[in-house]
T-cell receptor, first 111, second 113 residues
Framework: QKEVEQNSGPLSVPEGAIASLNCTYS??????FFWYRQYSGKSPELIMF????GDKEDGRFTAQLNKASQYVSLLIRDSQPSDSATYLC???????????FGTGTRLTIIP | EPEVTQTPSHQVTQMGQEVILRCVPI?????FYWYRQILGQKVEFLVS????????KSEIFDDQFSVERPDGSNFTLKIRSTKLEDSAMYFC???????????FGPGTRLTVL
């Protein structure tokens, strides 16, 4: 059974600061990793994905992957109140047919 | 921008009744999925569908569940005899290819009374 673990939070970050969200996964064979954002009562919305070790930047978001440590993180720079949401880490099975989600980290940006 | 759509947004039903949840995936996508999220819990995979057949299903997807692509655009999830524990948000997702990003619809909130 593949597991994806996240700290459920809540994580409170002042507006303008960096929010750091973490995720660990159990399957060493996992090749790709997705971060979704979910507002309360809404569906998951893709933030970004990462396949290679290292950092991947997209605007204010940076995903970091360390396959040796089975660890993926998401950094949000210059946090805005609109970033307040639950952030879901998702890891596909081989072939990407089934996404296994973590429980999500609830992030609150404090104005 | 193309998006996955789902109807209805909210469905209320009595225990034991059949419900059909509908989804229209993004038009050029070939892979279709159903997930569910019980209130306060994680998003859980139910089933994946490709080339008019189920390609993978979870242990949750038992005999009371079925999926169908009745025409070129719709993708449906049928729950034959609903139980109280089926109350959840049901999300449809689609992807262009098996290695590609899955895009989620807005969800159907199912309430079983």
């Amino acid at each position: 059974q593949k597991e994806v673990e996240q700290n459920s939070g809540p994580l409170s970050v002042p507006e303008g600061a960096i929010a750091s969200l973490n995720c660990t996964y159990s399957d060493r064979g996992s090749q790709s990793f997705f971060w979704y954002r979910q507002y309360s009562g809404k569906s998951p919305e893709l933030i970004m994905f990462i396949y290679s070790n290292g950092d991947k930047e997209d605007g204010r978001f940076t995903a970091q992957l360390n396959k040796a440590s089975q660890y993926v993180s998401l950094l949000i720079r210059d946090s805005q109140p609109s970033d307040s949401a639950t952030y879901l880490c998702a890891v596909p099975n081989f072939g990407n047919e089934k996404l296994t989600f973590g429980t999500g980290t609830r992030l609150t940006i404090i104005p | 921008e193309p998006e996955v759509t789902q109807t209805p947004s909210h469905q209320v039903t009595q225990m034991g009744q059949e419900v059909i949840l509908r989804c229209v995936p993004i038009s050029n996508h070939l892979y279709f999925y159903w997930y569910r999220q019980i209130l306060g819990q994680k998003v859980e995979f139910l089933v994946s569908f490709y080339n008019n057949e189920i390609s993978e299903k979870s242990e949750i997807f038992d005999d009371q569940f079925s999926v169908e692509r009745p025409d070129g655009s719709n993708f449906t999830l049928k729950i034959r005899s609903t139980k109280l524990e089926d109350s959840a948000m049901y999300f449809c997702a689609s992807s262009e290819a098996v290695w590609d990003t899955q895009y989620f619809g807005p969800g159907t909130r199912l309430t079983v009374l």
